[in-house]
């Protein structure tokens, strides 16, 4: 069981804007802690997409936003691509834990 | 540019013990933090622990404590992962990574070891 809660699936066709909810609680994202989010293609390891729960690195096409409100972020992808489809992690850190980082049970992204 | 290269596949029996490693170059080793992260099959990431290449010191997810041990050679720039009293549930594959800044997001990844136990 994963301390942050993702939906296990997701679609959308291409073109469109899809949504990726991470739910905490508050001692992770409620308590003001950044939220990135990883972007995992088959086979590969995880690659960062949003830092800091908004900054995109360089090379990241800003069609990926991120945003947070209250225990909750989100992760949103616009102009939805066939090479999107990938699963999606969020990440964060806990202070109920130790000084632990905490992650979702990640999403699998399908483009119709 | 920053590579972190980890050791080859292994299989290991129930009750065994696996050490990972993960070589880094690129950049000052003792600079930044590793921490291991692991994914079982269709499964999510999760947080194993870090040490400090510079100090030794380490932290430990609470769920490993106990079975987990992270050490660093510096002269090789290199990170060890070792977990204890393997059961089937542990197997994954096993990452390790360094955060970028003082936020611990991930940059560079190694390409992860699966690490299978079974009899």
């Known amino acids: 069981q994963s301390v942050l809660t993702q939906p296990p699936s997701v679609s959308g066709a291409p073109g469109q804007t899809v949504t990726i909810s991470c739910t905490g609680s508050?001692?992770?994202?409620?308590?003001?802690?950044?939220v990135h989010w990883y972007q995992q293609l088959p086979g590969k390891a995880p690659k960062v997409l949003i830092y800091g729960t908004r900054n995109r690195p360089s090379g990241v096409p800003d069609r990926f936003s991120g945003s947070k409100s209250g225990t909750s972020a989100s992760l949103a992808i616009a102009g939805l691509q066939a090479e999107d489809e990938a699963d999606y992690h969020c990440?964060?850190?806990?202070?109920?834990?130790?000084?632990?980082?905490?992650f979702g049970g990640g999403t699998k992204l399908t483009v119709l | 540019q920053v590579h972190l290269v980890q050791s080859g596949t292994e299989v290991k029996k129930p009750g065994a013990s696996v050490r990972v490693s993960c070589t880094a170059s690129?950049?000052?080793?003792?600079?930044?933090?590793i921490h291991w992260v692991r994914q079982a099959p269709g499964q999510g990431l999760e947080w194993m622990g870090w040490?400090?290449?510079?100090?030794?010191?380490?932290n430990y997810a609470q769920k490993f404590q106990g079975r987990v041990t992270m050490t660093r050679d510096t002269s090789l720039a290199t990170a060890y992962m070792e977990l204890t009293n393997l059961r089937s549930d542990d197997t994954a594959i096993y990452y390790c990574?360094?955060?970028?800044?003082?936020?611990?997001?991930?940059?560079?990844w190694g390409q992860g070891t699966r690490v299978t136990v079974s009899s």
């Open positions: 508050s001692s992770n994202i409620g308590a003001g802690y950044d």
């Open positions: 690129g950049y000052i080793f003792t600079d930044y933090y």
């Open positions: 040490i400090s290449p510079d100090s030794g010191h380490t």
């Open positions: 990574a360094r955060p970028t800044d003082y936020l611990n997001w991930f940059g560079p």
């Open positions: 990440q964060s850190y806990d202070r109920s834990l130790s000084g632990s980082q905490v």
